[in-house]
């Protein structure tokens, strides 16, 4: 099994930026796609950012050009740089991670981190 701890969510202010971190740890397992979701309050849980085991990117049109997406595969980590952000970005942020041992595929999620965005 693979567990995670994610980090890194607070109170900002808007135009303001912070960084999500979502590390992962288990025995003999390889990472492929990790990802942020986040669900706001009376919403839908939706995606946010994605990254693959190759590097590419994708990104939810309403992020695009104030979030980054980006692994460290030497730490087993995903980031997520928000910049600009908006009262509307206020949500639980969400890591999943997608993953194999022994050729058997695994998902895992994580616990969630608050972010909020005063206007």
């Known amino acids: 099994q693979v567990q995670l701890v994610e980090s890194g969510g607070g109170l900002v202010q808007a135009g303001g930026s912070l960084r999500l971190s979502c590390a992962a740890s288990?025995?003999?397992?390889?990472?492929?796609?990790m990802g942020w979701y986040r669900q706001a309050p009376g919403k839908q849980h939706e995606l946010v950012a994605a990254?693959?085991?190759?590097?590419?990117?994708s990104y939810a049109d309403s992020v695009k050009g104030r979030f980054t997406i980006s692994r460290d595969s030497a730490k087993s980590t995903v980031y997520l740089l928000m910049n600009s952000l908006k009262p509307e970005d206020t949500a639980v942020y969400y890591c999943?991670?997608?993953?194999?041992?022994?050729?058997?595929?695994?998902?895992?999620w994580g616990r969630g981190t608050q972010v909020t965005v005063s206007s």
């Open positions: 288990g025995s003999s397992f390889s990472i492929n796609a």
């Open positions: 990254i693959s085991s190759s590097g590419s990117t």
């Open positions: 999943n991670v997608n993953w194999s041992t022994n050729y058997l595929p695994g998902q895992t």
